[in-house]
């Protein structure tokens, strides 16, 4: 970037200024402005400023010499950071902390200090094309400080409730077994009856009024009721002169409380975002037409990826949330699908990864995609929706997103042989659709549009694409529900 401020000591005029600030919340922030001259010479000016307000006026000072500057600094830096670097008359870019420490390790080794940070951020530009840091509007930065907090909020949750998982697992183990893995009525009971003593002797019917009201369509709620009954009898005995039992049900006591106090502040957060949400967006149909896409996710989509205009492409948003897959190459070696690069927000993350769960439960396509990967391919639960994420809620910015690649036996015309061991497969058959537009085609393929905001009507589908390939429709036919295990 050309600078056309004059250095007073030779008289040269720099061709190039390079700015790097390590930002601190406390101490003070380094600063490394990294002059280039003409003769190609570099002179190093650093120099630091408090977090006041006095030492933002003399930043924006001492910037202010060289106008258009881009300084770098790492996503930790506050708002007000930005806002100094404009009244300097120059931006602010972000480099993320892990591309920091990278470049840091390659230029200077395993010595790190605030002096080092500064100056390896003031050579970032020489490596990462930087992007000003686009400010939000008083609104919108308060819509991703609150989904920010819900997401660290939903994850301290996560870690609440599997402590008390790990604890029960080591305490009694059979009786959480006898919960069935039905985590309402693990909670329930567990809070009723904390001490293991007390619920090896807890009355059957009331025991059995708890365990029905938290637990949908089973019939074997008795059974259920006295396997509980019966697993802490056992372990009561087990643990006579080994373990305080007094003492295991405050422990039990205490995961419970953190569990019910993390669900209280989790909803206290998905309000406030969700009331911001709906003064900048409405009802927001567009975000709504995506299957998945609620309330607790939409905010979030909406606070980073605001109307989708800072986005050229539906890969250039994919990239930022971070959910698309990396690469890795080497000779005659090649792994284009590895572990995703989770470059982005990880609260956007989580976002993406709750509404894939939600909308494979109501997309056939991605129901059966979804399974695909679980049965065929051997993938676990969290890979499987990660992969679904993106074709669920891609950002059309160019145009419909490709659907899933579905397995070759869902388009074969007659069914294979039966095999030994597989004759109680179920059909992964794709069902024949009914009358009336397809699931796809009632998502909006435009681009985010800003509040006030209308989905756009879905375009009328031509009549011979309603006709199935295998078959001809029926005159009257009613949509079959693809059942995934």
């Known amino acids: 970037m050309s600078i056309h401020s004059t250095d007073h000591t030779t008289g040269l005029s720099p061709v190039r200024v390079q700015v790097g600030i390590d930002a601190a919340v406390v101490a003070n922030h ?28 003399m930043l924006s000072a001492r910037l202010s010499n060289y106008p258009g500057v881009v300084a770098v600094a790492e996503p ?8 100094a670097m404009r009244r300097a008359g120059g931006d602010l870019s972000l480099l993320g902390a892990r591309h920091a420490a990278r470049l840091r390790g390659a230029i200077i080794g395993k010595d790190k200090s605030d002096v080092i940070d500064a100056d390896v951020l003031a050579t970032a530009g020489e490596v990462f094309t930087l992007t000003p840091l686009r400010p939000l509007s008083p609104p919108q930065l308060s819509l991703r400080r609150a989904v920010t907090r819900r997401g660290k909020l939903v994850v301290d949750g996560n870690r ?15 009786v959480w077994s006898a919960f069935a893995g039905s985590q309402p009525t693990a909670v329930a009971v567990l809070t009723r009856w904390p001490d293991l003593r007390a619920l090896g002797s807890a009355r059957r019917a009331t ?104 986005f050229t492409t539906a890969k250039a948003a994919a990239s930022y949330v971070g ?22 927000p990880a609260v956007l993350r989580l976002a993406f990864y709750q509404a894939a769960g939600g909308a494979r439960r109501v997309d056939p396509q991605l129901a059966a995609y979804y399974r695909h990967l679980m049965v065929d391919r051997g ?105 995934t295990s």
């Open 30 to 57: 380094h600063v490394c402005v990294r002059e280039i001259l003409p003769d190609g010479q570099v002179r190093l000016t650093r120099f630091t400023t408090p977090p006041t307000l006095a030492g933002l006026g």
């Open 76 to 83: 930790t830096s506050m708002t007000w950071l930005s806002i």
């Open 379 to 483: 993938h676990g639960h969290t890979k499987a929706t990660v992969a679904v994420a993106p074709q669920a809620h891609r950002t059309h910015l160019d145009g419909p997103a490709p659907r899933p690649a579905l397995p070759a036996a869902r388009h074969r015309r007659h069914p294979p042989d039966p095999r030994p061991g597989q004759g109680d497969r179920p059909n992964t058959r794709r069902p024949t659709r009914g009358p009336g537009p397809s699931p796809s085609t009632q998502r909006g393929h435009a681009p985010l549009q800003a509040h006030p905001l209308t989905a756009p009507p879905s375009p009328a589908r031509d009549q011979s694409q309603k006709v199935s390939r295998r078959s001809p429709l029926p005159e009257k036919s009613t949509p079959k529900t693809l059942t």
């Open 207 to 310: 025991l059995t009024g708890v365990v029905a009201a938290h637990t949908r369509a089973v019939p074997d709620v008795p059974a259920r009721v006295e396997a509980i009954r019966a697993a802490a009898r056992a372990w009561t005995d087990f643990w006579e002169g080994h373990l305080d039992l007094d003492a295991l049900a405050w422990e039990v006591g205490e995961h419970l409380h953190d569990m019910h106090g993390a669900q209280e502040r989790i909803a206290r957060a998905t309000a406030q975002a969700t009331g911001y949400w709906a003064d900048l967006y409405g009802d927001d149909l567009l975000l709504g037409s995506v299957p998945g896409m609620g309330p607790g996710t939409a905010p979030t989509v909406r606070a980073f990826l605001g109307d989708g205009s800072a």
């Open 160 to 174: 609440a409730r599997r402590r008390l998982i790990s604890l029960a697992r080591w305490a009694f183990p059979d």
């Open 323 to 344: 959910m698309n897959p990396s690469t890795w190459s080497s000779g005659t070696v090649v792994q284009p699908s590895r572990a995703i690069t989770k470059e982005g």
